[in-house]
């Protein structure tokens, strides 16, 4: 439903952007061109002299853009294209040697020093799980506000089945840094991560099966309620009739940490750390196991997209009607969604929990969810480099950035202002002045965008030419 | 959604069948009535002033769920804000009883009225203001976006202002002075019912019969309903939409700054995050009533408010205080499985 323009009463600053966007359209390409490069060198050449680190990097994807877009090489099975191809490799090349060169490349811009390494684990963490909801919001276009449900499955998964909680329990099955003797349960943290992923996607579909009948608003409380119900479990879990689950709002500590055990370590002579935690630099070992988690989601991801699953899921996403009329299974598809996003949420929180050696109840709030879709949003729906640069960029606002910001200002300007306090708030002005401004996100997949711009979403169908 | 909504809809020949999802449904139902009627038998004075108790909590909630409920009915988004919008309102009048008229524990009745007067104004046009302003800004330049985009806005709001009352209530509960004497009226076996709950209770009562009056009899309230009911067509009829919208906000906020000031007299605790589970719980109570109706959504909430009550005070299998949220919310997605048009709503295809 949508009504003549002007009658808001405010002047239609998007019909003045889109006159202006054609008139940059209709110039000469060489025009253009010469325009952007310009505008490169300028941003490299002001950037330089104060921060070389992140000019560098700038510069770097400025000259991947000059890679054409269409240039291709063709290979037996299909034709690889060469910018896409390329630019993350760059960027996981990149992410691979950060921890070594961290200490040489001066700060970034108006933030502060480049991100800790735990920070950078954590930026992982997120990105993967950022990935994970870009699946159930922005492929299959189900708004869950209950992502953190996932995450604390997955979380408790892991801590069940690799620390001390069951201690009338006595199983080792390749775990690392653990005696023989010591009671509970434990089991290495890498099959940890697939049963992690497993149970949480089973509890996806569990979840999923009953409301997924649920128009898109409902959905979204529904998956809410549950996102605030499974940690209230968790927090009243230590005695659930007489028995301990989750040691309640103590939460469950430590747990085991990953590791290839000594026959991998001696066999790859010492490359292969045999304890993450025996070692000294154990942050870059987390930071480069949650980079190889990361890759591992983003080619799931982008496989599952392609697939008739994934074309079934933006089928719907763009018009749940035409989609079923098509014989697209609605509630199947939307469950398998579910279950897909919710896997990845799992491994995420399970590969979390290990890092930070603990679960508690109180690690998963509201906050947690509307975190996570707002990295979703700003990166932009459906587009998983977007995402995984939102997922990255807010977690390291969250982590640190926020507060260097805050002391920054506060150094300054003399103000006395808990910044990081107000983290929620800032995520919150990011969701709405996303939505208003640019609602496909930052670096928007070009479907999603059109989708955005011709509002064919949730259109009854005899609306859909207006 | 359609296919399987098809095949229910049939009506079935002979006895009507009962299918396995209402069962389940009626069994949950039955199986609370039970316990109701264990406890009554075990504790009958308990369970009356129990029940009393639920009654005022959910007349405070029914403001609440009112405010929800009228903004679902004209635009079918739900204003996820709402709640915090509230929670600014009980620090409006926090603000206004403690730090204006600086009452304390034991005041004159000649300070107290007129105290109780300016902050329930006050309240009612901050947050009406606040809530027809959040409109503007955050929804309407959505109107013909996708249904989510709303809805993420409203969320996104809704920690804005969380954080505003952050800023200003601070980290932790912010205790309010007894205004409302807390003698007792009348007990029920040892169990007393005071007279701020009374008071809270009765204050409600005349701010619902004023709202079905408006929305029912005068001619906004026909515009109101007119626009919910199409607005394409009201538009044609002459209804101007867009002042017909705000002016619901305008409502749905007021009534969130009522609900705000009796809240912070109820409980004499207010924080920053109230907003979030009593806003939670105050859209549970309005999808149970069925959401966009409004005599539905006080029922809605007198319902979740004795459930919360019974939740907490009876003593027979009660799962306590700790379950609550637990409860409310499983409540709330039972009923959006079971019957998304709530108790007093009627089918809609959207429902389903």
């Known amino acids: ?466 | 959604m359609s296919v399987s909504a098809t095949s229910e809809a049939l009506p079935a020949k002979g006895l009507p069948r009962i299918g396995v999802m209402s069962a389940i449904g009626l069994l949950l139902v039955a199986l609370l009535f039970v316990w109701l009627a264990v406890n009554l038998v075990k504790e009958p004075a308990a369970f009356a002033s129990v029940f009393l108790d639920g009654l005022t909590l959910g007349l405070v909630y029914g403001l609440i769920a009112l405010g929800y409920s009228l903004v679902y009915g004209i635009l079918e988004l739900i204003n996820f804000a709402h709640g915090d919008i509230f929670m600014l309102g009980s620090w409006m009048s926090f603000t206004i009883l403690a730090r204006r008229f600086n009452l304390g524990d034991t005041n004159s009745v000649g300070k107290v009225i007129p105290a109780l007067i300016v902050a329930m104004l006050a309240a009612m046009l901050f947050c009406a203001l606040l809530n027809t302003a959040t409109e503007r800004v955050a929804y309407r330049p959505l109107r013909g976006a996708p249904r989510l985009a709303p809805l993420i806005t409203a969320i996104g709001m809704s920690f804005i202002f969380q954080n505003v009352g952050l800023n200003r209530l601070g980290p932790a509960p912010v205790s309010v002075p007894n205004v409302l004497s807390h003698n007792a009226v009348f007990t029920i076996g040892g169990h007393e019912y005071r007279w701020y709950q009374l008071i809270v209770g009765l204050t409600t009562l005349p701010v619902l019969t004023g709202l079905m009056y408006l929305v029912q009899r005068t001619r906004q309230g026909k515009a109101m309903r007119a626009t919910a009911q199409d607005q394409d067509a009201a538009a044609m009829m002459g209804i101007n939409v867009n002042r017909t919208i705000s002016f619901t906000f305008f409502i749905a906020g007021s009534l969130a700054g009522a609900a705000g000031l009796l809240y912070a007299l109820y409980t004499t605790n207010i924080q920053y995050d109230q907003g979030f589970t009593l806003g939670l719980i105050a859209f549970t109570a309005a999808v149970l009533g069925g959401i966009g109706n409004l005599p539905g959504a006080v029922l809605g909430a007198v319902l979740i408010g004795m459930i919360q009550q019974f939740n907490e005070g009876l003593s027979w299998h009660s799962p306590g205080s700790d379950w609550t949220q637990s409860i409310v919310f499983s409540i709330l997605i039972l009923i959006l499985v079971f019957r998304p048009e709530g108790l007093l709503g009627e089918r809609t295809p959207e429902g389903a």
């Open chain 1, 1 to 466: 439903m949508t009504y003549p323009k002007g009658m808001g009463g405010a002047p239609d600053l998007r019909a003045l952007w889109r006159k202006q966007r054609e008139r940059w359209h209709r110039l000469p390409d060489q025009t253009r061109r010469r325009v952007i490069l310009a505008i490169q060198v300028l941003v490299v050449v002001v950037l330089a002299p104060f921060w070389w680190g992140f000019a560098a990097l700038v510069a770097v994807f400025f000259a991947l853009y000059w890679i054409p877009q269409d240039l291709a090489i063709p290979t037996p099975w299909r034709k690889i294209r060469v910018r896409a191809t390329i630019t993350p490799l760059v960027a996981l090349t990149l992410a691979i040697v950060y921890p070594f060169v961290r200490g040489g490349i001066d700060s970034l811009p108006g933030v502060g020093p480049w991100p800790q390494m735990d920070t950078a684990v954590i930026m992982t963490v997120y990105a993967m799980m950022a990935v994970g909801l870009n699946i159930v919001v922005g492929y299959a276009g189900l708004l869950d506000l209950g992502y953190v449900a996932f995450y604390a499955v997955g979380a408790y998964t892991a801590a069940w089945f690799a620390s001390v909680q069951f201690a009338k329990q006595n199983v080792h099955f390749g775990s690392v840094g653990v005696g023989p003797t010591v009671p509970g349960i434990h089991i290495s943290i890498w099959i940890l991560l697939l049963l992690a992923g497993i149970v949480t996607a089973f509890i996806g579909v569990v979840i999923g099966l009953p409301t997924l009948r649920l128009r898109g608003d409902y959905l979204a409380i529904v998956t809410l309620g549950f996102g605030e119900i499974l940690p209230q479990v968790a927090r009243n879990g230590d005695s659930l009739g007489g028995f301990n689950l989750t040691n309640g709002p103590n939460g469950i500590t430590p747990i085991d940490p990953p590791g290839f055990g000594k026959t991998l370590h001696n066999a790859t002579g010492g490359f292969l750390p045999d304890n993450y935690l025996a070692i000294a630099n154990r942050n870059n070992a987390y930071f480069w196991t949650g980079l190889a988690l990361v890759v591992i989601t983003v080619f799931a991801s982008i496989r599952l997209r392609d697939s008739r699953l994934g074309r079934a899921w933006i089928a719907i996403r763009e018009d749940e009607v035409a989609a079923a009329a098509m014989g697209i299974p609605l509630m199947r598809t939307k469950t398998w969604a579910y279950a897909s996003g919710a896997f990845f949420g799992g491994v995420a929180g399970a590969f979390f929990a290990s890092f930070k050696s603990s679960t508690f109840p109180n690690d998963f709030s509201f906050n947690i969810s509307a975190f996570i879709l707002s990295m979703v949003i700003l990166g932009g729906m459906g587009n998983v480099w977007g995402v995984i640069v939102g997922g990255a960029v807010l977690a390291y606002l969250n982590q640190e950035g926020l507060a260097n910001i805050g002391a920054k200002l506060n150094s300054n300007f003399g103000w006395h202002l808990d910044v990081p306090l107000y983290a929620p708030g800032i995520f919150g002005a990011i969701l709405v002045i996303m939505m208003l401004v640019r609602p496909a996100g930052l670096l928007p997949s070009a479907r999603r965008r059109a989708e955005f711009e011709e509002g064919v979403h949730d259109q009854p169908l005899y609306d859909a030419a207006a």
